[in-house]
Structure formats: structure tokens, C-alpha cells
């Protein structure tokens, strides 16, 4: 499913009504019509509902709404305008929704302050007030509607995007409507994945009022992953063997840290992997072998708990071993590691996972590897990558990962809520899979041993990252369904691999 900013939504419904005559009001009503049965979805009893509207299509759309729900409902409509500001479109369903016996209270009316006090009184209030075209600061009665908006108790239920979020960057124009469920129409906004509309967003849902499959399928600059994911696993034939499932080298861990290197190499063999070789300390390698028996162990000279710069002659003469790399959980940056990775990526040619203590190694200003690499920051990591602050990652997570990798030429995975990978030449594809839950320490080390293993098993980075982060969080989501919301670890993730792969490609 492609996402599309302001002027591509735009696009889709001129062209639905100029290329394949669906008017404007028949959109509006099935938009209507899709939001009410919304409504009924998540309030099937308590009788109460706010509609909240402005002056323009979003607005009619809270009409319909309004004219629907008036046979199931008390409802309460507020026009945040004057009557004389709705456009034509607007104008109509007024016209409808007062011939059904909505009279709705409009902005100059005299009671208007007062029906936004009552708001607090309904137990769904939907967010029909600004659009996707909304821009600038929000003032006025808009202003006094959206915080009348958010100081109910009310669920919240916002149309296409939450009110005072602008469409293509997800930030508050002032103030911003918080809904606990977005429900919008054709395509996904980029304000669903960045900014303050991450979290204004909340839940959120794309309803079929009916748009042509040929305008909803038109690239764009970003797409979320979809169900065609299962494509991408590598086969596995009747006659394979370990050493046809791919070799990865992990290069992890330091006696402070030997369960970074663990988790990784964990999330390596719940993946499939053929064989997997941890390279590190002596403590570390102990500690791998103590959880993971299967792995396969390369101690490697070390200097006070870290692995020494010596040893990238040991690696670099053993690579030819190994199909993959993953680098950098738990290493430490200190001088040492630094060295050790400047020397050894200057030869390095196998793919290879960047993660963690190696990305802070880049950010100090050492050389990545000339071979095909997946890079794995998490936004604070991004930020030291590109020498910027770690909110304006947050705030711009599309254009962070078109910058980074353009200055990288590497494939590139910003990790977090709806995790980004972006590849030179390609969309940047957006994960749908993931939960809070996951938000706790070696989540990433369990990502990079995933990627890694489809690294090892013949996967072009982009499509390892793809379908990394797809596999990781919707294991992760299955042991918020299993396990519970909040409490489950890293470890557990890694164990539920095989599980997510089973529903990904069901027997």
C-alpha cells in the first residue's frame, strides 16, 4: 500500500471524479457512511455522540455522519465556522443533514461556547473539523473546538487526520486534536509515521469508500510493507544442509556486554541459520556457548574485556568462511574497537549488518565497509550519523532516511514506531509490525541477528532489511498477544521467530 502526502490524495479524488465520473458527494457519502459504521463499531450503546465539523469536505463528511447516526443517536453538531464559510460541497449536506433534523450549532451562534462545554458529556465525539489541506496555526473557535475536543473524556475518533496535524510532516499547527483512532480514505499519510502525528494519530484505519484500484496502486515516494512479504524468504529445499543455509560471522560483545553478542546470536539460529559463528572475548564467547550450545565460537585477542585491534588479521583471514557479517552489538567505542574496525572494513568484502557500537564508530568518522551493508540506527544513532538532533530524526523520519542513504549509498533501517527502510533508487518501505512492548533494551540486537541470517542466506540488503523488520516485529507482536502488552524481553522475541515465520508463509 503506497502513502501519499496532501497533493497525491488531491490527485486521487479529482481524478476519481474526472476520469471515472465519481462525484463529490457520492465520495462524501460513502465517506460518511464509513466513518458511522465506525461509530457503531466501537460505541454500539451509549447513546451520545459529538460531531465536531468545519467548512469544508471533512465537514460534509461529519454531516453524513451526523444525518446517519440521528436515528441511533443523541447528537450533538458543532460547525466551528459560520454557516456563510462552508463551501458548496459542505453546503449540501447541511441541507440534507437539516432535512433529517440536525440543526447544528455553528460558531456565531450564541450557544456555541456551551455546546463546546457538552462535549464532555458524549461518549464518542468524531474529529471532522480540518482536512488534509489544513495548514498554518489553528485559531479562533478551530482553536477552542479541538481543546474542547481534547478536555472530554470522550473517545476520539479522528477523519482522514487528526485535527491541527498537517498532512505531510505530521506537525501541530498550534494545537492538535489526540484521537485514539484515525480513520482515513484511499491511502495512508505520511503524518501516521513522523512528529507530533505519530502519537495524535492513534490507531488508525484505511476505509474503501470506492476509489479506483488504478489511482490507489500509482507509486509514490513510500510504501508500507504488505502481505506479499512472504515472497522474499529464501526457499529451503528437501536436501539442505547447514552449510546451505547460510554461515554468519558475528562480531559482538565485550565483558561488560556479552549478552548483546548473545541475543544476536540467538535470534541467528530462531531464524534458520545454518551455522553461526560468534567472534569476541573469551568471557563473551563462554557466555554465547552457555545460552546457544549450536553456535560456533571464535575467541579473538582481547585488551581489558574488548577486542583487541589485533584481531582483525584473525577476521580478515577467516572471512572467506562466511557468507554474512553482523557488527557492533555490545562492542564499546573506545579506541581499540575503532581501530579494530578501521582496519578490518578496509578489506571486508561479504555483506555485512552495521549495527550499534559500529554505527557510533562511523559517526566518529570510520570508513564502512565497501560491500553491501544494512545499516541499523535507532533515531539516536541517526542523529550522531548525520551530526543533527535526535528530534529532528523524529520529526522528519522520511527525509532523515532519504539523507542517510544518500550520504552512505548503503541500504539504511531507521529503527522505532513503524520502523523505515529506505535503498538508493527505491521507495522507502514503512513496517507495519511492532508494538510499545518492544521498546526495551536488545530488541535491536535480536533485529541485526535476523538480518544478518537473510544476509547469509543470499538476500540483497534492502530486501533482508524488509523483511527483518516485518519477521522481528510481528514476533514481537505475538508475544504482546501471547505473553502480554508489557514485560516481555528481548529473548522471548528471538524464541518467537519461528512462530511469525509460521504465520507469514502458513503451511
Known sequence: MWIANQLQCQGIDRRATAEFGISSQELMERAGEAVYAEVLRINPEKPWLGIVCGRGNNGGDGLVVARHASRAYKVLCIVAVPEFELNENCSHQLKLAREAGIEPVFSDHADFREALSNLKYQSVIVDVLLGTGAHGSVLGPQRDAITAINESSAIVLAVDVPSGIETDTGRSLGVHVIANKTISFGLPKPCFFQSDGLEACGDWVIADIGFPRVLLGQPTKAQMIGSDISALFPSRSKSAHKGSNGHLLIVAGSNQMPGAAVLATKAALHSGIGLVTIASTEKVCQAVSNHCPEALLLPLPENEGVIAPLASRVLSEAQ??????????????????????????????????????????????????????????????????????????????????????????QTVLLKGAYTMIGHADEPINVNPTGNPGMATGGMGDVLSGVIGTLLAQGLEPNDAAILGAYWHGLAGDLCAQEIGKVGFTASEVASYLPRARAKIIPS
Open 320 to 409: 572467506a568462511k562466511f557468507s554474512a557479517a553482523v557488527f557492533g552489538p555490545g562492542l564499546t567505542q573506545g579506541e581499540p574497537i575503532q581501530e579494530l574496525l578501521a582496519e578490518l572494513w578496509a578489506g571486508w568484502k561479504i555483506p555485512a549488518v552495521i549495527d550499534a557500537d559500529a554505527l557510533n564508530i562511523v559517526s566518529q568518522g570510520v570508513a564502512l565497509p565497501k560491500s553491501p551493508c544494512v545499516l541499523t540506527p535507532h533515531p539516536g544513532e541517526m542523529a550522531r550519523l548525520l551530526e543533527i538532533q535526535t528530534s529532528e530524526v523524529q520529526a522528519n523520519r522520511f527525509e532523515t532516511v532519504t539523507k542517510a542513504v544518500k550520504r552512505f549509498n
